[in-house]
């Protein structure tokens, strides 16, 4: 039987790849600070569809249904109402600014493509509390951060940053009415991906074209951004930032600065994307708790996408995975008389952090080298008549030495500070 479509079974080797990418995450967020922070995967579909802050495309793309308890619930799509939820019901209990990030599936049913599958991996970091420019470079110095820990650089991807201000601005200029905002700003998101008809008669109700939206596009508003780019400059991230207004981000929450990152030949979507969200906590709560906010999220898929098209940040995965691929040591057990003595040896090992595998049945002892060497050890102990000596092997360097075995866990740590290959840090 086929899984679902737009679903991954992810193989031990998937797995590992998986793993690379989650610890990536969590090391840059942590590096800045966050916390991390979870939520359930089921919600229930109000929280997506009050007061339509969500937009009307995400509600069309939720997976919902009614549970046994004749609840409408949905499958998370994304983590920003969850985060609201739980913020509005809590925050008194966290001083501010709150700086949090999650790493989890989200759900939307839609057409799978490149970049995009309908169960997908998201990290989502925020900062909430705080409304000034220094949060909203503090966020996007993190996204430029997050790409350069996958080995991706200044000439392979930019930050393209916008203001759905800016848009407010310019679509109450033009006199359109509330209620036909959100289509306006839905049509902007997609200029360069629909068909300009298409386009023309969504925005005809509002008075509006796809020229008069390229117009306003062109004209920018670079002073809006300076102090943001002054403090981007001082870090030296300023040269991985674009001002780029055609940037309008298809959530309805958004109420000033949004960005996205893109590779820089835009050959594939955006590898992540966000900004600020001061009203969000208000809308989804009661309104008694209020606060700014700003945040982005960044995908798995097209992340991975890219890492593999990319030769540094491919090389930069390999080398991880094979210095994550196998075990510390292999045991080779010369003589199935022997185990009770390997079973010994193994348990030490383990209880001093080592990892460390030991065949269930004896067989040649070439053949036992031979796996050890394809799975990935590091270091073979081989058990035999020397016993209470046993022989230690490196396999990388073929060097071999005779310790008597209580001493074993003291060698190969001596051994790693020498440069043998291992990973145990124990």
């Known amino acids: 039987m086929k899984g679902l479509p737009g679903f991954r079974d992810f193989y031990p080797e998937d797995a590992a790849r998986r793993q690379y990418v989650w610890e990536k995450w969590r090391a840059v967020a942590e590096r800045y600070g966050f916390s991390e922070y979870d939520g359930p995967t089921l919600e229930s579909t109000d929280l997506y569809a009050k007061k339509n802050e969500s937009g009307a495309e995400i509600l069309q793309q939720l997976y919902n249904f009614q549970d046994k ?44 493509q490149k970049g995009r599958l309908r169960e997908f991996l998201q990290l989502n970091c925020d900062i909430l ?39 407010m601005d310019f679509i109450l200029a033009r006199g359109v009415s ?21 386009l023309n008669a969504r925005l005809a109700p509002a008075g509006l074209t ?7 596009i062109a004209g920018g508003s670079p002073e809006a951004f300076a ?64 606060m700014p906010a700003i945040g982005f999220g960044m995908g798995d898929v097209v992340l991975s996408n890219y890492i593999s098209e990319h030769p540094a940040a491919s090389a930069a995965l390999n080398q991880w995975l094979e210095a994550h691929r196998g075990c510390d040591v292999a045991i080779v057990l010369v003589d199935e008389a022997q185990r009770p003595e390997a079973l010994g040896v193994l348990q030490a090992l383990r209880d001093q952090g080592f990892s460390v595998e030991l065949p269930f049945q004896v067989t040649k002892v070439g053949k036992q080298f031979q796996t050890a060497e394809q799975s990935g050890a590091r270091h073979a102990v081989v058990i035999g008549s020397e016993w209470p000596l046993v022989k230690l092997k490196h396999l990388a360097t073929r060097t071999e030495t005779q310790v008597p075995h209580s001493e074993l866990a003291q060698s190969l740590r001596k051994g790693q500070e020498h440069g043998v290959p291992g990973r145990s840090a124990a």
């Open 178 to 198: 509330t209620d036909l905002i959100p289509s306006v700003l839905q049509a902007a998101d997609k200029l360069e991906r629909d068909h300009e008809d298409a």
């Open 210 to 216: 796809c020229a008069d939206l390229r117009e306003f």
């Open 69 to 112: 308890g004749e609840r409408n619930v949905a499958l998370r799509p994304e983590m920003t109402p969850t985060l609201a939820r739980m913020v509005a019901a809590r925050e008194k209990n966290y001083r501010k600014p709150m700086k949090w990030f999650s790493m989890g599936p989200c759900f939307r049913y839609e057409r799978q």
């Open 129 to 167: 509390g705080d409304g000034s420019t220094a949060s909203d470079s503090e966020m996007i110095a993190l996204a430029i951060d997050l790409m350069r820990e996958f080995g991706f650089a200044g000439e392979d991807f930019v930050v393209r940053v916008s203001s759905r201000k800016a848009w």
């Open 227 to 290: 102090p943001l780019l002054a403090d981007l400059k001082a870090r030296g991230l300023d040269g991985f930032v674009e001002i780029d207004l055609s940037i309008v981000r298809g959530l309805a929450y958004y109420t000033g600065l949004v960005f996205e990152v893109f590779d820089k030949s835009r050959s594939m979507r955006a590898l992540a994307g966000g900004g600020r969200y001061d009203g969000l906590i208000a809308a989804l709560g009661d309104g008694s708790v209020d």
